[in-house]
DNA sequence: ATGTTGCTGTGATTCAAATCACATCTTCAC
DNA sequence: GTGAAGATGTGATTTGAATCACAGCAACAT
């Protein structure tokens, strides 16, 4: 156990552990990319890449949690991404473009740690057992972007909003025993862009479906499902696997 | 040059030279892959995979195009992708699903190859350069599902409808001295389902675009650009890289 | 506690797109 | 060629969501 000159604690909590990216990897290959990464720490609402930035990276969240957005033509903040911790970004684009597409803002305190480029392609190559990892990884996002294409097809406000609460409820809800319980990660506003839709259009639907008793808030930022079908049935997998 | 019972032109072809995922490989692996793939063919408007089959593999189109589309609660069909000539599909849901999320129809007489689930799994493990192209390419169609995610999330139909024709005109576009000639690979009723708006407003807008100067129609389905720049800063792109 | 600022819900109004309805125009089979 | 089925354009009407407007609330700093 010797000395390192890292500040933050990532090498002792060995964060990427947590990471199923890294799952495959053994204790020192760990070590060994934790010494590699740049480490940084971002206050809530601080912006972690800009749109138009050269990309620092692949980016693993320590701790924290972030969103990726773009401002439209008309002006609006469209949310693409919601990233909870030991949730990753940058890897996508360190393969397509020069510029970063979008940009990444904290959503709280959060400490992120993040690999080169060059330092990327390496660990890729020497080790292939993470490659397949990462187009796993990828497979997944690519399904759930499929899921968002599909909800924003449909017509009605009431089917997106539904399959963006299950989807909180996937990522965010812990289960006890009268059903999840999510903290939602952004104001109604921050919701309304992530669905791009107004925020009063949010407001009227959300007190309906809370109305249904499909919803129950505790707090604005609280809600407990108390059941899971009721509302999957009301979003895009309606009827559907998984 | 020894006899081969295989029916399909793939091995004089060598079809899957064209396929860009493919392209690190030497002869002698592509050969091999080749005699590894099952080769079918389809009419148009045949279904290649419905949804909730039990995944074929992964499919390379070597002749022809199809779409992919899941039916919504309300009866619609949600077009998700199309696939051009030497596209290929089913590498994301081999990894993430036990079944097929979406069904995908041919859109004329088409020609796939398809590679079983486990031999692409020994060809990503024994050729990690393949791997990498497999990212890559997963990568690109992250990025034109976050696009799409963008146009659809702004609020009128002629932004969806900009972006979507603008797509067409990087896959399907024949640059001619008059501008982009591209022909459609949808019907208006079928693109309107790409779109998820009705087919009546997809009608009005494309006659609005053409009586602004932006596209020309010769036929229903063959339009004439001029001016990709004018349709770009319609679209999502608008004030935007690449 | 007090004012300031931002966040949230809700009514009234407007507006863009969906829907309905129907008249061409194509395609294609026979 | 002729008829039938499907694709397309366009008007009239309806509707769901955006926008406008504002009041109540929570969070926070002083």
Do not use: W
């Not at 390192?4 to 990532?10: F, R, V």
């Not at 690999?115 to 292939?128: D, F, G, I, N, Y």
């Not at 997944?140 to 009605?156: P, T």
């Not at 999840?180 to 669905?195: I, K, Q």
């Amino acid at each position: 156990m010797e000395k390192m000159p890292i500040s933050c604690a990532c090498l002792h909590d060995l964060c990427l552990m947590k990471v199923p990216l890294f799952a495959s990897l053994d204790r020192d290959s760990l070590l060994s990319i934790t010494t590699q990464m740049r480490h940084k720490s971002y206050a809530k609402g601080e912006t972690i890449i800009r749109e138009g930035d050269h990309p620092l990276g692949f980016t693993v969240i320590q701790q924290g949690s972030a969103k990726a957005y773009r401002i439209t033509a008309d002006g609006r903040e469209q949310i693409l991404y919601i990233f909870p911790t030991h949730d990753y970004f940058g890897a996508r684009f360190l393969f397509t473009e020069e510029a970063v597409p979008y940009s990444v803002e904290a959503l709280e305190e959060t400490h992120v740690c993040i690999l080169s480029k060059p330092r990327l392609m390496e660990l890729l190559a020497s080790h292939p057992q993470v490659s397949l990892e990462l187009i796993e990884a990828m497979a997944n996002r690519m399904r759930r972007l499929e899921l968002i294409v599909q909800s924003m097809g449909g017509r009605n406000a009431e089917l997106r909003i539904a399959s963006m609460l299950l989807e909180f409820v996937d990522t965010f809800g812990t289960a006890g025993k009268e059903g999840y319980r999510v903290t939602l990660p952004l104001s109604r506003e921050g919701l309304a862009n992530y669905l791009g839709i107004a925020r009063e259009t949010l407001s009227r639907k959300l007190t309906q479906l809370e109305e249904d008793q499909v919803i129950r808030f505790l707090d604005s930022r609280t809600m407990v499902v108390p059941d899971r079908e009721a509302l999957s049935r009301l979003s895009v997998l309606s009827s559907d696997q998984l």
